[in-house]
């Protein structure tokens, strides 16, 4: 838990303390585009092509912040898109224990649980508006779900398969590698 705990201090801090990163920018323009006029076409901006549904939970948290609870401080509205990042970092610590434990047990659970919360690649992803953290989380979810399926299909963890693939694919294009596995 000291662990885990660690490793959402040290997002948030991060995720306050450090500046924008080159991506950031990009992903939240599309967002803001998305969330304003409604329009997701990528052709009129190069960088727009790699955009997904995903960065629109930042820039909605952004939008949260400055409009009902009237953040003005830069800092903190950018701390407010960056929140969803720290939402995901759960997300993939909470499928981490449950996926290492259906694998090896509640000691392996325990010990991979405990390195990917002091993954410092994963503490600085989680603290940026971007998409990888998300995907890491849906790509641990789509694992959860297909193990689910195999050990009992049926038409509920068939359609939980289908939603873990659909957020893998709403967050990241090379969501495609997950289908042959």
Known sequence: WLAVAFAVLATL???????????????????????????????????????????????????????????????KARLAARVPGLLWLGVVLAATFRLARHCAGPLGAHLATLAVALDPNLIAHSSSATVDTAYAAATLLTILAALAFARRPGPAAGAALGLALGLAFSTKFTAFLLIPG
């Open 13 to 75: 801090w991060t995720a306050f303390a450090n500046d924008g990163t080159t991506d950031e920018p990009m992903h939240l323009a599309w967002s803001r585009r998305v969330l304003a006029e409604g329009r997701t076409e990528r052709q009129s901006e190069l960088h727009f092509n790699s955009k997904t549904p995903v960065t629109v939970l930042n820039q909605a948290a952004r939008r949260f912040a400055r409009g009902p609870l009237h953040v003005r401080d830069p800092r």
